[in-house]
């Protein structure tokens, strides 16, 4: 199966910026589209963003459009988000999840196989 492996994560300042990576290695075949998930301290795992491996169908949680942007690189098997002008309520431990065909991509019960996950700390 797909195993996916995080990066990128660190401490900054409120409107800093980071990139995540999640590199794809294994068996990638079943592997239709990527979604990025966090997780704060004390709260529940909540959708960040989504794309497919064609490039199409992006999706974005509200808290983060128009400051994050998922991409990917399927010849490289790898995703990002780019995240500009963090703030303090982005700070959470972020995965990356592989979900088939046909899922609701917000929904994090529909993906099958998640990474590590990467700390990120935005500090005031």
């Known amino acids: 199966q797909v195993q996916l492996e995080e990066s990128g994560g660190g401490s900054v300042q409120t409107g800093g910026s980071l990139r995540l990576s999640c590199v794809a290695s294994?068996?990638?075949?079943?592997?239709?589209?990527m979604g990025w998930f966090r997780q704060a301290a004390g709260n529940e795992r909540e959708f960040v963003a989504s794309?497919?491996?064609?490039?199409?169908?992006?999706l974005y949680a509200d808290a983060v459009r128009g400051r994050f942007t998922v991409s990917g690189d399927s010849a490289e098997n790898t995703v990002y988000l780019q995240m500009n002008d963090l703030k303090p309520e982005d700070t959470a431990v972020y995965y990356c999840?592989?979900?088939?065909?046909?899922?609701?991509?917000?929904?994090?019960?529909?993906?099958?196989?998640w990474g590590q996950g990467t700390q990120v700390t935005v500090s005031s």
């Open positions: 794309i497919r491996w064609s490039g199409r169908g992006t």
């Open positions: 999840a592989t979900a088939p065909s046909g899922s609701d991509y917000r929904n994090w019960n529909h993906y099958y196989v």
């Open positions: 294994g068996r990638t075949f079943s592997s239709y589209a």
